[in-house]
């Protein structure tokens, strides 16, 4: 059983103990199929005067997420994914995401975080937007740092930054989320794959 250790847990939260688990073992298995990683923490959201905000709709919001990610798992050296669907009183239906960059290609986030955030907008046909967890001097942990698959600390700051999306704070009934699949070692991963499979929407505890 996975230790939950304050170092690598936020504990001012609430956790789903079963989804924080699966979190962190997808983390995991990035780092042993690369060996550096750079995390890009972002959250895709409605604009209150949209159509999408004013008439949330789950399946429709699903559909959104597919074709989001669809697209983001295309960007060259985006190596992995994980999404959580929440549902707040202030943002109504929005998503938590993280997305992993290869940390031997990219030391920085920020060219990834723009085009992630046109690629939202363009399949929200413009209702959405999104926001990058930047980091932040006051927080103890920091996130977008080139970590190696070794670095016992930043791995430790990283599954605590990741913990956010396994708050039980406005899930919904049915817990929506989803883990991108980890290629085993020397997979070609410009071979084309089969989109069928990534139309899957749904991943429940």
């Known amino acids: 059983m996975r230790k939950y250790k304050s170092s690598r847990i936020n504990k001012n939260y609430i956790h789903n103990h079963e989804l924080y688990d699966e979190l962190?073992?997808?983390?995991?298995?990035?780092?042993i199929r690369y060996s550096k990683l750079l995390m890009l923490r972002i959250d895709l959201a409605y604009r209150d005067d949209s159509r999408s905000s004013r008439h949330p709709d789950i399946n429709a919001t699903q559909i959104d997420i597919a074709m989001f990610i669809q697209q983001v798992k295309e960007i060259p050296s985006v190596v992995g994914y994980v999404w959580v669907l929440e549902n707040g009183l202030q943002h109504g239906l929005h998503v938590h995401c993280v997305i992993?960059?290869?940390?031997?290609?990219?030391?920085?986030?920020?060219?990834?975080?723009?085009?992630?955030?046109d690629v939202w907008k363009s399949v929200t046909s413009g209702d959405g937007y999104a926001h990058r967890c930047q980091p932040n001097p006051k927080y103890k942990k920091q996130g977008e740092r080139v970590t190696a698959w070794n670095n016992s600390e930043g791995r430790d700051d990283m599954l605590y930054i990741l913990s956010y999306l396994s708050k039980q704070d406005q899930k919904?009934?049915?817990?929506?989320?989803?883990?991108?699949a980890v290629p085993p070692k020397g997979l070609n991963r410009g071979r084309k794959r089969n989109k069928s499979s990534d139309i899957s929407l749904l991943s429940t505890l």
């Open 24 to 31: 962190a073992n997808h983390q995991d298995a990035l780092f």
């Open 100 to 117: 992993y960059i290869d940390g031997q290609k990219h030391r920085k986030t920020w060219l990834f975080s723009s085009e992630i955030s």
């Open 172 to 180: 919904l009934d049915k817990l929506i989320y989803r883990c991108s």
